[in-house]
């Protein structure tokens, strides 16, 4: 991913993805316009990835968090609730 593509967030990455799928099914660009919309495409759809992937890090942390405060035993909860605050 160049510099400027790990500055885009999620959502601007993938309505610019959605754009550049939508020229290319639209057709009508030369082969070489062709080539790099899809070159685009796939630097765009990268960065939707490693969005996508760092939220899963993090639903993934905070659950493993929850369980840890919950002891883990049939849902019992000790002392002051750590694990019912919603992550």
């Given at each position: 991913?160049?510099?400027?593509?790990?500055?885009?967030?999620y959502e601007q990455a993938r309505d610019e993805l959605i754009e550049v799928v939508r020229k290319l099914e639209a057709g009508?660009?030369?082969l070489?316009?062709?080539l790099a919309l899809w070159e685009r495409g796939e630097e765009l759809?990268?960065?939707c990835r490693h969005w996508l992937e760092g939220a899963r890090?993090?639903?993934d942390s905070a659950l493993a968090a929850r369980e840890a405060g919950a002891g883990g035993a049939d849902g019992a909860r000790?002392?002051?609730?750590?694990?019912?605050?919603?992550?």
């Open positions: 991913m160049t510099e400027t593509d790990t500055s885009l967030g009508g660009t030369s070489e316009d062709s759809a990268q960065v890090a993090r639903l000790e002392g002051g609730g750590g694990g019912e605050r919603d992550a």
